[in-house]
């Protein structure tokens, strides 16, 4: 059977949104080739290393501001200013995704697939060589600021590149279980860099760690996005791009223009599925062991809960793409919402009964699973010529915006409010239900 584009829209613009692939697709296979496999393995390496290298910078945050910012600053202002400049990644992201997005749409995927990584692995070595603030002053954090920002341009072209790149390269009907393959990698990519800190912590004292020890994990991370460089030479452009570039199909306006003018909906379909991929890694994966020692929880105990929950959460994704891919997107996305709601209350209710638990912490985890099929539902909206422009879009500002507001939002409900994190999730756990049936009803016109 051919793809063929939608009819006109009787629902809402949520639905009527276009649809190009069908998981009765003649290209449609049982399992990934060895060639797909590999693809898949070197773009999940890769998204792990750059991953790493974008958030290690947020475990040594207090080393950091120790040595960039002035010696008489208080200490929490040195946090403020060292968490404003970790920031500041986020806020380049959606231009440099818009801007990588817009060439990957007109050039190619694999060139900005390449130059995402090129771009995060250089300003990662580069910060574990600067200078202090007490080798060249001031200059010191406008340069780690500086190199941060070109971070935050690099990330915001590579999750969203990555998922296109896979997407192009497997058949119909595992495009869910390879996106959920890459945010493997990216959750990864988080544990890598909690595992780098922790061994670096606990192996040096606090004069090594100031003298050279910060040093070590941003030089890896350099090193190691050079080398992922490297092995990603071997990958080839993906075919729907090459039919594209060969038929003289591609786009011929700016890509973004297109997407905004003819795919509002799939724009707005994007970012709300952000925003739940959002809460559901921010809240649980990256705020969570903060909130729990809030409750009374040993730190050791939080962050080995934590590395639980990022692995069950690394596992789930694999399952629950498989299962979009075998029983539709939608239905899978309701059900990882349910577990969603139900493994956050319960894991939640009983850390603030002084009942705290690894095993429903994991579970809670296992729920971040839904980050599998979020990415190959939204991309699924937009048509070929503009489908890197219409995620790295709808992903990168809508991350922007939650990713910054909720770590905030949710900092300050706190005072007034000790079950904030829960009623947020809950409310998430909702969203992911009419979004799952949005897709059905999509799926299914």
């Known amino acids: 059977m051919k793809v063929q584009a939608c009819g006109t829209a009787l629902l809402s613009p949520l639905v009527a949104l276009p649809y190009p692939w069908?998981?009765?697709?003649?290209?449609?296979?049982?399992?990934?080739?060895?060639?797909?496999?590999?693809?898949?393995?070197?773009?999940?390496?890769?998204?792990?290393?750059?991953?790493?290298?974008?958030?290690?910078?947020?475990?040594?945050?207090?080393?950091?501001?120790?040595?960039?910012?002035?010696?008489?600053?208080?200490?929490?202002?040195?946090?403020?200013?060292?968490?404003?400049?970790?920031?500041?990644?986020?806020?380049?992201?959606?231009?440099?995704?818009?801007?990588?997005?817009?060439?990957?749409?007109?050039?190619?995927?694999?060139?900005?697939?390449?130059?995402?990584i090129l771009l995060m692995a250089i300003p990662t070595l580069l910060m574990g060589l600067l200078p202090t603030f007490a080798q060249i002053g001031v200059a010191a954090p406008i340069l780690l600021l500086v190199l941060r920002i070109l971070q935050g341009a690099a990330i915001g072209g590579e999750a969203p590149g990555a998922w296109v790149f896979v997407s192009e390269h497997v058949a119909a009907n595992r495009r869910n279980f390879a996106c959920g393959g890459l945010s493997l990698g990216l959750l990864a990519g988080i544990l890598l860099g909690s595992l780098v800190a922790l061994v670096i912590n606990t192996q040096l004292d606090d004069v090594h760690l100031l003298a050279w020890g910060w040093r070590i994990p941003f030089v890896l991370g350099g090193v190691f996005g050079l080398l992922a460089l490297h092995?990603?030479?071997?990958?080839?452009?993906?075919?729907?791009?090459?039919?594209?570039?060969?038929?003289?199909?591609?786009?011929q306006e700016l890509p973004l223009k297109a997407v905004l003018r003819e795919h509002a909906g799939a724009v707005a379909l994007g970012m709300l599925l952000t925003w739940l991929l959002t809460a559901a890694v921010v809240v649980t994966i990256l705020m969570m062991p903060t909130f729990l020692q809030g409750m009374g929880v040993s730190r050791s105990d939080a962050l080995t809960g934590n590395a639980l929950a990022v692995l069950a959460a690394m596992a789930s994704n694999l399952i629950a793409g498989a299962l979009a891919d075998r029983f539709g997107a939608g239905r899978v996305l309701s059900l990882w919402s349910l577990l969603l709601g139900a493994a956050f209350w319960g894991f939640f209710h009983a850390a603030q009964t002084g009942a705290y638990s690894h095993a429903l912490y994991a579970l809670a985890g296992s729920a971040v699973g839904l980050t599998a099929m979020i990415p190959a539902i939204a991309l699924a909206g937009f048509p070929a010529q503009v489908r890197f422009s219409g995620l790295s879009f709808s992903y990168n500002v809508a991350y922007a915006i939650a990713g910054g507001l909720t770590p905030v939002l949710l900092s300050l409900a706190l005072k007034t409010n000790p079950a904030a994190p829960l009623h947020y999730m809950l409310a998430m756990a909702a969203l992911g239900l009419v979004l799952g049936a949005v897709v059905e009803v999509r799926d299914a016109r």
């Open 231 to 251: 092995l990603r030479r071997q990958l080839h452009e993906t075919p729907v791009f090459a039919e594209l570039q060969a038929q003289r199909r591609l786009a």
């Open 22 to 116: 069908r998981m009765n697709d003649i290209h449609a296979t049982a399992r990934l080739t060895a060639q797909q496999r590999k693809t898949l393995f070197l773009a999940a390496l890769g998204g792990a290393l750059e991953f790493y290298d974008f958030v290690v910078f947020v475990f040594f945050a207090t080393t950091m501001g120790a040595l960039f910012f002035p010696a008489d600053m208080p200490p929490w202002l040195k946090l403020v200013q060292t968490f404003g400049i970790f920031a500041a990644g986020y806020l380049a992201r959606p231009l440099g995704g818009v801007v990588m997005a817009h060439f990957g749409d007109i050039t190619g995927r694999k060139r900005m697939f390449m130059l995402s």
